[in-house]
Nanobody, 124 residues
Framework: QLQLVESGGGLVQPGGSLRLSCAAS????????IGWFRQAPGKEREGVSC????????SYADSVKGRFTISRDKAKNTVYLQMNSLKPEDTAVYYC?????????????????WGQGTQVTVSS
């Protein structure tokens, strides 16, 4: 079965850190741009960060710049999102998506594959 599987979410206090993982099952992430998105209750899904398939260049939403870092491990066929200095407003379900086109994925939220989501809750 071809799918993405997210993990690493949980409950963390403000200022804490989490590392999310997006692992591909049944296919290689080579050739795919990978993006992290999040959706909070009552809000639309928003882009958080994207990483290209080729040169590994990355982009971030203004709200997470300097706090979140996206990376990919080709050997493990996994993309990570390191989240530091977490804030209550980061609370959301986080999803990863994959598409050959970074533009389609990161600007249009068009994905060939999507994960099921992992809950991140930042609260004291």
């Amino acid at each position: 079965q071809l799918q993405l599987v997210e993990s690493g979410g949980g409950l963390v206090q403000p200022g804490g850190s989490l590392r999310l993982s997006c692992a591909a099952s049944g296919f290689s992430l080579d050739g795919f741009a990978i993006g992290w998105f999040r959706q909070a209750p009552g809000k639309e899904r928003e882009g958080v960060s994207c990483i290209s398939s080729g040169d590994g260049s990355s982009s971030y939403a203004d709200s997470v710049k300097g706090r979140f870092t996206i990376s990919r491990d080709k050997a493990k066929n996994t993309v990570y999102l390191q989240m530091n200095s977490l804030k209550p407003e980061d609370t959301a379900v986080y999803y990863c998506g994959a598409h050959p086109s970074r533009v389609a994925l990161c600007l249009g939220q068009v994905g060939d594959y999507w994960g099921q989501g992992t809950q991140v809750t930042v609260s004291s």
